[in-house]
């Protein structure tokens, strides 16, 4: 008997809300349009995975709210620690990643967690050419921080490392805006 009373305070609340919101913008004063107030950064991720794998649990707040500019000097320490224990690819002095770069100057450009934008040139993370130069939705991005991270000069190394072994979004990508298919 419960099942048909939480039906109705279902529906009563459905029906409260849906006839309370209306699309009246008229009646909005000037103050509604000044952002007026303290806002606050509770997080950041210009790279995916990059701030959840190099920054430790104990920082992760102050990352966050770090200004990107700061993030390097900051930061760059932890990630080349974090790099140096989590990757085989590092381990010997020297050793550099298929972009050339050792784990001090590979950990300066993660630790500075913005997504970079080419504004005269190819959109992707990574296309064999072209890499961070932004990111097109169907990158993965994912396969190619293992790669950078695991898989050494020539992405050779630690082939099981390398590879989140998804290929494609679950649904094509919309050819017009806003391009992502429908979650369902």
Not at 160 to 172: C, G, R
């Amino acid at each position: 008997m419960k099942l048909p009373i939480l039906k109705y305070i279902a529906i009563a609340t459905f029906a409260f809300f849906v006839i309370s919101c209306n699309n009246n913008d008229d009646n909005m004063s000037e103050m509604d349009n000044q952002f007026a107030g303290v806002y606050v950064q509770k997080d950041q991720m210009g790279r995916p995975a990059v701030n959840t794998v190099f920054v430790s649990s104990a920082s992760k707040n102050t990352f966050n709210t770090t200004v990107p500019s700061q993030q390097g000097a900051a930061f760059q320490s932890m990630f080349q620690t974090n790099l140096m224990g989590l990757s085989p690819a590092f381990a010997n002095a020297g050793d550099k990643n298929a972009l050339g770069l050792d784990a001090a100057s590979f950990t300066g450009l993660l630790a500075t967690d913005v997504l970079n934008v080419s504004l005269d040139g190819t959109t992707t993370f990574f296309d064999g050419t072209n890499v961070l130069t932004g990111r097109a939705l169907a990158d993965d991005v994912i396969t190619v921080e293992l790669l950078l991270i695991f898989g050494g000069e020539d992405f050779s190394e630690n082939p099981t490392l390398s590879n989140d072994n998804v290929d494609a979004n679950d649904k094509p990508f919309l050819t017009s805006f806003p391009y992502l298919a429908s979650p369902w």
